[in-house]
């Protein structure tokens, strides 16, 4: 059996399944996706994409083309399959900081009898560290002659297609040297560009990704309390950023202070990896991670803070215009958005909250309907008393002060991401706020 051959289901068929379907079909492996959603599946199955991704619209499209890949809601259809990658979401408990394992142990046991001789089942999903070597366990009790691997994603949202087929390493947790064979032929084309390649064993494979998110919200939530410092000592924390990365041990990269992150990995991640470590008897070991997590949420009110004082503690029928609803440009991601949060919070304060964004407004509208929406950012300005400028859209760099200008009532801006230009708004007579920086 040539390399080729091999071929793939996806089960789960979300931002990660879907991307890495897609992905997998152009490095030329006939691939089969599978999600409960008839809905989703219908999209997919159409070509259509049901979330935003930078290049994934356009591969996905070609794929479907190829005849390489389909998407269905019958697990039977994995039956002629050799490697299956669960990609469904591990969402935070609604009871607690653990993460919620229904979809990945629902998936595995959805497939189980389907599986031939020989089989490769390989999570994908994020899990608390043990739950890999759990559902090997219960894998093989239902099918004997198939394994479990684990191999965590590291996609970042706007560069998917990227992170998949160029990505900087490739971890793989493994029970033994087989396992290990047949991934090394699933990725060899990846591998071929002379890809770093890490095997692990199962609980190490499970603790790189939540590491590795612990360590960005980390360092995110470090630059944010140096903001606060900064704003208490007069400083400018941009500057305090830049002279800091210079420094190798550090590097530059998330030292942006701003309004915090949000998402659906890093703050659901480090809450389930301390609920993990606390039943592990390890809780001390991150009792650090608290003070990230509640750094990043004071973020979101010292923005809040700022608004007050600049219109009036009681914000009741004052015009604000948000710039931004997703948790990161280039994606229409929703999920604990700081800028979302923001206006949400702003809104119950009785503010009259219109929000802007590029691709992240119906996703925006479905999760709060009653803020206001606007299609364009003139619209969302119009008569504004104050504007914060929340997520870090291109366009939004790309605004001319002196335009909008006009429109507003009040020249106010407040950058929560410090990635406006700070003269040049001020040319343009506008009074400019940014975290961290008290000039």
Known sequence: MTVMDLKLSVVGCGYLGATHAACMSSLGFTVVGVDTDPEKVAQ????????YE?????????????????????FSSVANADVHFICVGTPQSK???????????????????????????????????????????????????????????????????????????????VANDLA????????????????????ADLPTSELVKVAANSFLATKISFINAMAEVCEAAGGDVTVLAKAIGYDPRI?????????????GCLPKDIRAFMARAEELGAKQALEFLR?????????????????????????????????????????DDVR?????????????????????????????????PLLQYAESINDAVKDSDLVLHLTEWKEYRQIDPVKIASLVKNKIIIDGRNMLDRDLWRKAGWKFRALGRTD
């Open 54 to 74: 930078p290049g994934l619209d356009t591969l996905l499209a070609e794929e479907m083309k190829s005849g390489r890949l389909s998407f269905t809601t019958d």
């Open 180 to 199: 290990e064979e047949v991934l090394k032929k699933v990725y060899k084309p990846i591998l071929d560009l002379g890809t770093p390649w890490i095997r």
């Open 336 to 368: 604990d958005s700081p800028a979302l949060d923001i206006a949400a919070q702003l809104n119950a304060a009785g503010a009259l909250v219109t929000v802007h964004d590029p691709k992240g407004i119906e996703p925006a509208r479905r999760r709060f």
């Open 95 to 173: 009871d607690g900081l653990a993460a919620d394992l229904t979809y990945v142990k629902s998936a595995v046991k959805a497939i189980a009898p389907h599986l031939k001789t020989g089989s490769l089942v390989v999570g994908k999903s994020t899990v608390p560290v043990g739950t890999a070597q759990s559902l090997r366990e219960e894998l093989m009790k239902i099918a004997p002659e198939a394994d479990l691997a684990w191999n965590p994603e590291f996609l970042r949202e706007g560069f998917a297609v990227e992170d998949t087929l160029t990505p900087n390493r490739l971890v793989v947790g």
């Open 44 to 51: 997919l199955q159409n070509g259509i994409l049901p979330f």
């Open 251 to 263: 590097g530059n990269k998330f030292l942006q202070a701003g309004i915090g992150f949000g998402g």
């Open 291 to 331: 003070e990230i997590d509640a750094i990043n949420l004071r973020a979101r009110l010292r923005v809040i803070d700022v608004v007050r004082s600049e219109l009036s503690d009681d914000l009741t029928g004052r015009k604000i215009a948000v710039l931004g609803a997703t948790f990161k440009p280039d994606s």
